[in-house]
């Protein structure tokens, strides 16, 4: 069922459950604008930069550390496990896999996709979904699937979808959700039985916020990041969608993008100042490099 969904006039968390949980404002290196987030398996909280940075924050918020650098630019990242850190860049229209025991980059993508916006790991079938946001104005395809052995990749959703951003697997596997950021929309696409893609529908419409980074909860709530107004929403299973936690001051929570669970701590990066926020959430799941 598809509901029209309204803003609620009370968040279900009140911000007292959240706090910055690294501020890179002066540290070195500088955390500058953060976009991409995902809880690691060195139990770390991995972040981009704006200069294409790829950095970890230590689990306890006490220091920072650059990992890898790509081209310009970080936006989405996703672990497989212990083994890589895939992560999009800007600006040459590229994913980058960076190996976790060597520290070795590499570009994994060949050219094709346009703006390479967020990866998710589909490894039960062996391959990297990337959404392509395709162009600021113009609605394009879609979402490309990537080998995972050899980077070999193609369309794999090629209908247009507007400014195609974050995206999530259901625990399941058996649908991929897509933040539709300026259609202020998530579609959900099935994802059939030989693994190409099925039918798009819509999940959530009219939200009240810009959707651009989501994460399931153990659940099957998903939670999402909106880039404008500053705040994170939850979507119930029955397609009813509540403000979260938000800042009406735009300070503590600035223009949030993706975010990590790691147990019951809900992480996000904040496009808009130069921090990570963590929120004590009432829900749980595990970081994605374990699903």
Known sequence: MIHRFATAENPVLPMSRARVFFDGIFSEPRLQHPEGLAVGPDGWIWCGGENGEVLRIAPTGARIERVAQGGGFTLGLAFLRDEALFFCDLRDKAVYRLDLATRRVQRFTPPGIRIP????????????????????????????????????????????????????????????????????????????????????????TDLPGLPDGVAFDESGDLFCGCYEPSRILRIKRDGKAEVYIEDPTAHLFAHPTNIAFDGAALYAANLGRWHITRVDSDTTARPLWSA
């Open 117 to 204: 916006n967020y990866p998710a790991v589909d490894a039960a079938r062996g391959r990297l979904l990337v959404s392509d946001s395709h162009d600021f104005a113009t609605p394009g395809p879609g979402v490309w699937a990537y080998d995972l052995a050899t980077g070999e990749g193609r369309l794999w959703y090629d209908r247009p979808l507007v400014f195609a951003n974050g995206l999530a697997l259901d625990r399941s596997g058996a649908a991929l959700y897509v933040c539709e950021t300026f259609a202020r929309r998530i579609t959900r696409i099935a994802i059939m039985a030989d693994g190409s893609a099925g039918e798009a529908t819509p999940f959530a």
